[in-house]
């Protein structure tokens, strides 16, 4: 029978859909969609194995991680009584 994922779980899986949706867009989020099916097929990007570069992520994963950080320690110090 599955467990169903606690909330950490859907948090961190959200975070990490979102670093590895922004890692596969990167390598074509300046093109128009003409320019991504010709170098990436009719389906675009599928899969990090079609991008010739590293697979990396952009400034916006970046900037999620460094939101969630500091709400992370706003409800540490809101939980230790201490104003944020």
């Known amino acids: 029978m599955p467990v169903a994922p606690t909330y ?11 670093a ?12 128009d969609l003409q320019s991504i099916r010709t170098a990436y097929g009719p389906h675009g990007v599928t ?12 400034d ?11 709400l992370v320690d706003a409800i540490q110090w809101a939980n230790d009584g201490v104003a944020a």
């Open 8 to 18: 950490s779980d859907r948090v961190h899986g959200c975070l990490l859909g979102g």
């Open 47 to 58: 899969s990090p194995d079609a991008l010739p570069d590293t697979f990396r992520f952009s």
């Open 60 to 70: 916006d994963t970046q900037l999620t991680l460094y939101t969630v950080d500091g």
């Open 20 to 31: 590895l949706g922004d890692a596969l867009g990167y390598a074509v989020e300046e093109l």
